[in-house]
């Protein structure tokens, strides 16, 4: 019976969380190829606790409400993410100034099915208005895909706005079910 093997930690594709200020995870996850088809002057890059001060939020404010959220309570929801290790691989993409223009996640879910399968869900794609055109976001998917792919993912899946499911479409996603939602009260 198949079942996933941990990454080793000496593997170039562990997170790399020792450093607090360093990346979400191992750099070298992230495709040359994707890297070398952004604009001149563009990164693409894991998250980083910098990343507060370089417009991360910002960019999730094209995507839905963020809150007002201070520096510390980024730093502690890092510092969650970070420690645990193989589950959140989220990116950035950075102008030629260093600004975050784009970001993406990938989380990874552990299964019971599909022999202990993992199952990579695309969150939080967004892009800066003023950076939209430049196909910043297909770079994002196809990074995470790869992401997904290396980790040992059997599948991506993603929710979408109908108005975007042309864009996902393109990026070789395809309808298959539906989503239902509940939202909860905050107490």
């Not at 996850?29 to 604009?39: D, M």
């Not at 895909?145 to 108005?163: Q, S």
């Not at 499911?165 to 509940?182: S, T």
Request: proline residues 6%; charged residues 25%.
């Amino acid at each position: 019976m198949w079942s996933p093997a941990p990454l080793n930690p000496n593997s170039p594709h562990y997170p790399a969380t020792s450093n607090p200020a360093g990346p979400l995870f191992s750099p070298t996850l992230i495709p040359s190829e994707v890297s070398s088809a952004l604009p001149a002057g563009y990164t693409i890059r894991p998250l980083q606790r910098s990343d507060y001060k370089d417009g991360m939020l910002d960019v999730l404010r094209v995507l839905t409400t963020v809150g007002d959220i201070t520096e510390q309570a980024w730093d502690e929801r890092y510092d969650w993410m970070a420690k645990r290790g193989d589950e959140y691989y989220i990116l950035v993409i950075c102008d030629g100034e260093k600004k975050v223009v784009g970001t993406g996640g990938v989380i990874v879910e552990r299964k019971f099915i599909h022999n202990l399968g993992l199952v990579g869900h695309i969150e939080d794609i967004a892009v800066a208005k003023d950076q939209q055109g430049k196909k910043l976001g297909l770079r994002l998917i196809e990074a995470l895909n790869y992401v997904a792919e290396k980790v040992g993912c059997y599948k991506t899946i993603l929710d979408c706005k109908e108005t975007n499911e042309g864009f996902y479409v393109k990026c070789g996603y395809k309808r298959a079910g539906l989503e239902m939602a509940r939202y909860y009260e905050k107490k």
